[in-house]
């Protein structure tokens, strides 16, 4: 079993998506991370969701999706009691991770001055919207608001549509997927230099990185990207999205050698005959002829058939597929995406997602699972030093 971070522990203090989606990825490659939430509540990912049996238990899927792995110890950080627990189990971790407002976890007494008193070789990870300074550091933001400031709402759509937000909260992802690699750096410069590290990720930073060329050559020449459809960022008239008998097609046949082996895979010798289209330039200056001269082809058969005459052929090309169809399809289940679990209160099979990549030809096999809300305070406190009349006195006092 793959598990680089095995014997690494995790403080968990944050909630939601990006924050609970870097440590995660932290438990799926052997982390210890133990998640504290508030009595009684928990994440507020636990509740909601379509199945009410899940969120009655506080096990929602919104929770399942991304917490598999991680012990729950309830705390409330709003007492003195709570903080002193919380800063004790500190004294023990690698990592700490939290998605407070910038200046909330200073005024906890958690910030990372504070910590790295506690524990001089803490990784401390704070995930923001907008990051600890800058103008907008003390504004709140979710997915959605980052996705409207970034600009990658006014590249998505057609022209004319307006706005169009990406369908998944993909920014939230690859901020997790950023804090965790930042992370796993981290604890290396750690190993390095013997001291504290405070890394600090924000959605921001993540949403525009993501569109790296795209600034680049803004920044550079002042060109402004907008809407484009479906068409393809390389601006090939033989790539992007063409209509077929039952679909659409998205094609990406953008240098010579491919324009040359789709024209021949898909029988228009004919194309690479004409000298409207002969070289790239001429392909670009006759670029609406082009067009029209494919699609009349790929009109006359379904996606599918066209998909699959275009591998044998190696281009790119895929028929554009429904979430349903592409996690039916074998590829899926030969990645091992994902993994099945059963919870209290359904009776059915619930997947969750697993790791994005194979290691020596593997992904992960844990049997990593999501705890209810509370279930592991007591044994995780008493390995702590918490005597068990101390646990009670605590819980009287609804300090955990």
Same mark, same amino acid.
């Given at each position: 079993?793959?598990?680089?971070? @095995?014997?690494?522990? $995790? *403080?968990?203090?944050?909630?939601?998506?990006?924050?609970?989606?870097?440590?995660?990825?932290?438990?799926?490659?052997?982390?210890?991370? *133990?998640?504290?939430? @508030?009595?009684?509540?928990?994440?507020?990912? /636990?509740?909601?969701?379509?199945?009410?049996?899940?969120?009655?238990q506080r096990m929602a899927l919104g929770?399942?999706? =991304?917490?598999?792995?991680?012990?729950? !110890?309830?705390? &409330?950080?709003?007492?003195?009691?709570?903080?002193?627990?919380?800063?004790?189990?500190?004294a023990d971790a690698d990592v700490f991770?939290?998605?407070?407002?910038?200046? $909330?976890?200073?005024?906890?007494?958690?910030?990372?001055?504070?910590?790295?008193?506690?524990?001089?070789?803490?990784?401390?990870?704070?995930?923001?919207?907008?990051?600890?300074?800058?103008?907008?550091?003390?504004?709140?933001?979710?997915?959605?608001?980052?996705?409207?400031?970034?600009?990658?709402?006014?590249?998505?759509?057609?022209?004319?549509?307006?706005? !169009? @937000?990406?369908?998944?909260?993909?920014?939230?992802?690859?901020?997790?997927?950023?804090?965790?690699?930042?992370?796993?750096?981290?604890?290396?410069?750690?190993?390095?230099?013997?001291?504290?590290? #405070?890394?600090?990720?924000?959605?921001?930073?993540? +949403?525009?990185?993501?569109?790296?060329?795209?600034?680049?050559? =803004?920044?550079?020449?002042?060109?402004?990207?907008?809407?484009?459809?479906?068409?393809?960022?390389?601006?090939?008239?033989?790539?992007?999205?063409?209509?077929?008998? &039952?679909?659409?097609?998205?094609?990406?046949?953008?240098?010579?050698?491919?324009? %040359?082996?789709?024209?021949?895979?898909?029988?228009?010798?004919?194309?690479?005959?004409?000298? %409207?289209?002969?070289?790239?330039?001429?392909? =670009?200056?006759?670029?609406?002829?082009?067009?029209?001269?494919?699609?009349?082809?790929?009109?006359?058969?379904?996606?599918? #058939?066209?998909?699959?005459?275009?591998?044998?052929?190696?281009?790119?090309?895929? /028929?554009?597929?429904?979430?349903?169809?592409?996690?039916?399809?074998?590829?899926?289940?030969?990645?091992?995406?994902?993994?099945?679990? #059963? $919870?209290?209160?359904?009776?059915?099979?619930? =997947?969750?997602?697993?790791?994005?990549?194979?290691?020596?030809?593997?992904?992960?096999?844990?049997?990593?699972?999501?705890?209810?809300?509370?279930?592991?305070?007591?044994?995780?406190? /008493?390995?702590?030093?918490?005597?068990?009349?101390?646990?009670?006195?605590?819980?009287? +006092?609804? $300090?955990?």
């Amino acid at each position: 079993m793959f598990q680089p971070l @095995k014997g690494i522990r $995790v *403080i968990d203090l944050s909630q939601v998506l990006a924050g609970p989606y870097a440590t995660y990825q932290l438990a799926l490659m052997g982390a210890e991370v *133990i998640k504290i939430e @508030k009595p009684g509540e928990g994440d507020w990912t /636990r509740t909601g969701g379509p199945l009410p049996g899940l969120a009655e238990q506080r096990m929602a899927l919104g929770f399942l999706g =991304h917490n598999a792995g991680k012990r729950s !110890v309830t705390l &409330d950080l709003k007492t003195p009691e709570g903080l002193a627990v919380a800063r004790q189990l500190m004294a023990d971790a690698d990592v700490f991770v939290e998605n407070f407002k910038p200046g $909330v976890a200073e005024r906890l007494g958690l910030g990372f001055e504070a910590l790295r008193g506690i524990n001089p070789k803490l990784v401390y990870c704070s995930i923001s919207a907008f990051g600890q300074d800058g103008p907008f550091s003390n504004r709140p933001a979710y997915d959605h608001v980052i996705q409207g400031m970034c600009g990658i709402m006014l590249t998505t759509g057609k022209p004319g549509d307006g706005p !169009v @937000k990406v369908g998944a909260p993909y920014i939230d992802y690859a901020t997790g997927m950023n804090a965790a690699m930042a992370i796993m750096a981290a604890l290396r410069e750690v190993d390095r230099i013997k001291t504290a590290v #405070h890394v600090d990720v924000a959605m921001l930073d993540t +949403a525009m990185t993501l569109m790296a060329s795209l600034m680049t050559t =803004h920044l550079t020449t002042g060109w402004k990207p907008v809407q484009n459809g479906n068409e393809a960022w390389s601006a090939s008239p033989s790539s992007g999205a063409f209509e077929t008998a &039952d679909g659409i097609l998205m094609l990406a046949a953008n240098h010579d050698a491919q324009f %040359r082996d789709m024209c021949m895979a898909i029988g228009r010798e004919d194309i690479l005959q004409d000298p %409207r289209w002969e070289t790239v330039a001429e392909r =670009h200056a006759n670029w609406k002829s082009l067009r029209e001269s494919l699609e009349e082809t790929f009109l006359t058969e379904p996606a599918m #058939h066209w998909e699959d005459v275009l591998a044998v052929a190696a281009v790119p090309a895929g /028929r554009i597929r429904g979430l349903d169809e592409m996690l039916a399809e074998p590829q899926i289940a030969a990645r091992g995406l994902t993994r099945e679990i #059963h $919870v209290d209160g359904h009776e059915g099979t619930i =997947h969750i997602p697993t790791m994005s990549f194979k290691v020596n030809g593997a992904n992960s096999t844990s049997e990593l699972m999501p705890q209810q809300l509370g279930a592991d305070t007591d044994a995780v406190l /008493r390995a702590a030093g918490y005597s068990q009349d101390t646990l009670d006195a605590l819980r009287s +006092a609804k $300090v955990i």
